[in-house]
């Protein structure tokens, strides 16, 4: 399943080098979550991106993130 960017800002800022209409695959997404949580903002993840970094965490990361 590939993710819009657009829709999940910390995602967008992390990948600040890509257009915002771009799409990423899930697994590249955590990739990315998990290499550059240094950059999140915690407090400013919208309940909707928690439950997206959650979900991929289960799938890709077998419940935990290497942060």
Do not use: C
Not at 10 to 28: F, H, P, S, T
Request: glycine fraction near 2%; charged fraction near 35%.
């Amino acid at each position: 399943m590939q993710i819009h960017l657009a829709d999940y800002p910390q995602l967008k800022l992390i990948a600040w080098n890509r257009r915002d209409d771009d799409l990423v695959e899930e697994e590249e997404a955590f990739a990315l979550y998990e290499r550059n949580w240094h950059f999140i903002d915690e407090e400013n993840l919208s309940l909707n991106e928690r439950r997206l970094i959650e979900r991929l965490t289960t799938l890709f990361g077998k419940g935990v993130m290497n942060v």
